[in-house]
């Protein structure tokens, strides 16, 4: 899609997957606002996008876990006069371990980004964008969230809620021109796993893990064709349907054998 022009924005955007995006939006034409907390990272990929696009490239250095940083993100954009045409919520946060033993700083961080800084960015650039008349928005779900996990207990239930909040908006911003989808990728080889406390995940997920380049990729498609969810890979997809038909207690017990309890 010919994206020039336009501005992307694209939250979590230091590593993993919301690099991809990054990369992906730049090469389409678009410019980028590309934000998350670690400065250093989102210079060096600004640099190296400006080099080889030559797309105008903002860097937002903020903590979505802060109470006024969504705010501060969309009076940022406005106030330079750059409306945001695309927006990629990627930023996520997971805490792995039994939830009764995992510090609620952690939980309390993982609720503020996945969940309230997620809504809180698309309830202020859906509405800047119903009212221009245009928009994308991409919200990053995961295949668990149509699941329960034990060990991932608070992010399954946040990723279930990102799902269920973008196909329901999507649904209300059917008669506009702005298209809300939500992506449910399983594992990605991303620094995701040390960050959430799993260091090594067993040889199941290994195996099953996708580039962040390819689900990138099929989240831009998605979004772009008009889609309100997709699954990212066909063995996730076969994964994501057998879940409607298991037994919620069966389900959870399987997901707990394959993910495993931290040690």
């Known amino acids: 899609m010919d994206m020039k022009g336009k501005t992307a924005l694209v ?69 330079a006069g750059t409306p945001i045409d695309v927006l990629v919520n990627n930023a996520g946060f997971a805490c792995f371990g039994p939830f009764v033993e995992t510090p609620w700083e952690c939980l309390r961080t993982l609720i503020e980004v996945d969940i309230r800084a997620l809504t809180e960015l698309a309830h202020l650039f859906s509405r800047a964008m119903v009212a221009r008349d245009r928009g ?49 990728p399983g594992g990605i080889a991303t620094e995701f796993w040390e960050v959430a406390g799993q260091n090594n995940p067993n ?16 989240g831009l498609r998605a979004v772009f064709g008009w889609r309100r969810n997709v699954v990212a ?9 057998l879940t409607r038909i298991s037994p919620r207690r069966f389900l959870v017990r399987i997901a707990g054998l394959v993910v495993g309890r931290k040690s």
């Not at 640099?47 to 940083?69: C, F, H």
């Not at 890979?233 to 349907?241: H, T």
């Open 136 to 184: 994308w928005i991409l919200n990053v779900a995961s295949l668990v969230a149509y699941m329960p996990i034990p060990s991932y207990a608070a992010y399954s239930a946040a990723k279930s809620y990102v799902r269920n909040f973008t196909e329901a908006l999507a649904h209300e911003l059917r008669d506009t021109k702005v298209r809300v989808c939500s992506l449910c």
């Open 11 to 79: 939250t979590g955007a230091s590593s993993g997957l919301g690099v991809e995006f990054a990369r992906q939006l730049a090469a389409m034409g678009a410019n980028l606002v590309i934000t998350a907390r670690r400065a250093d990272r989102l210079e060096s990929l600004a640099a190296e996008i400006r080099e080889k696009r030559g797309v105008k490239v903002t860097v937002l250095a903020l903590d979505l876990s802060q109470p006024d940083a969504a705010q501060e993100i969309f009076d940022k954009t406005e106030a």
């Open 203 to 218: 040889v199941l997920i290994r195996a099953t893990m996708a580039s962040p380049d390819r689900v990138a990729r099929t």
């Open 233 to 241: 890979g066909l063995l996730n997809a076969l994964i994501a349907w």
